[in-house]
């Protein structure tokens, strides 16, 4: 049972816009950033979103981030086949007092 | 471009103690003002953070793993390890070891980069 709560999958069909949604509680998003990391099938986590909607260098403009309250969002615009991936959101909890993750989204581009 | 890299044994019997080093190389200068984290994944679920370990030796632990769990660095080697003991089937899991950004009591907090990773089974 993950800290943060995230759908088991979601898909789009190319070209299409996605939404991804993270919720949580007031100990954790409610008052912390969030980060989003993407898992290609094999491969380790990538870093894509950090500080609720902040790209780091070299991911695509087609992803953006949100947050409002206690949940958070991720949008995909423009889906392509190679963004077919495993998504996970992330954010400290200040009563565990470390980093929790989402239970991962999968994403199918169909 | 900092890399890092996860080595150890990929079988550890029931009841024994895994253990995991993460060499990091590339630009490690600023490696003392960054936390170290492990992070592991059983096969098809999802990711579960171990812990992380500071340059000046402050480490946070995941409560749920605390009683087994050590992390320690050798800056020397720009090296650290992991060891999880007592391991049962449950631990079977890739693990990986990332740079672990925290700033303002967790307010910002996010893993980058990661290793590649290392499948650990524990089985007899």
């Known amino acids: 049972q993950s800290v943060l709560t995230q759908p088991p999958s979601a898909s789009g069909t190319p070209g299409q816009g996605v939404i991804i949604s993270c919720s949580g509680s007031s100990s954790n998003i409610g008052r912390n950033y969030v980060n989003w990391y993407q898992q290609l099938p094999g491969a380790a986590p990538r870093f894509l979103i950090y500080s609720n909607d902040q790209r780091p260098s070299g991911v695509p403009e087609r992803f953006s981030g949100s947050k409002s309250g206690t949940s958070a969002s991720l949008a995909i615009s423009g889906l392509q086949s190679e963004d077919e991936s495993d998504y996970y959101c992330a954010t400290w909890d200040d009563s565990l007092n470390g980093p929790v993750f989402g239970g991962g989204t999968k994403l199918t581009v169909l | 471009q900092l890399q890092l890299q996860e080595s150890g044994p990929g079988l550890v019997k029931p009841s024994e103690t895994l253990s995991l080093i993460c060499t990091v190389s590339g630009d490690s200068s600023s490696s003392s003002s960054y936390y170290w984290g492990w992070i592991r994944q059983p096969p098809g679920k999802g990711l579960e953070w171990i812990g992380s370990i500071f340059h000046g030796g402050r480490i946070y632990y995941n409560s749920s793993l605390k009683s087994r769990v050590t992390i320690s660095g050798d800056t020397s080697k720009n090296q650290f390890s992991l060891t999880l003991s007592s391991v049962t089937a449950a631990d079977t899991a890739v693990y990986y070891c990332?740079?672990?950004?925290?700033?303002?009591?967790?307010?910002?907090?996010?893993?980058?980069?990661w290793g590649q990773g290392t499948l650990v089974t524990v089985s007899s």
């Open positions: 990332a740079r672990h950004s925290i700033a303002a009591a967790g307010l910002y907090n996010w893993f980058d980069p």
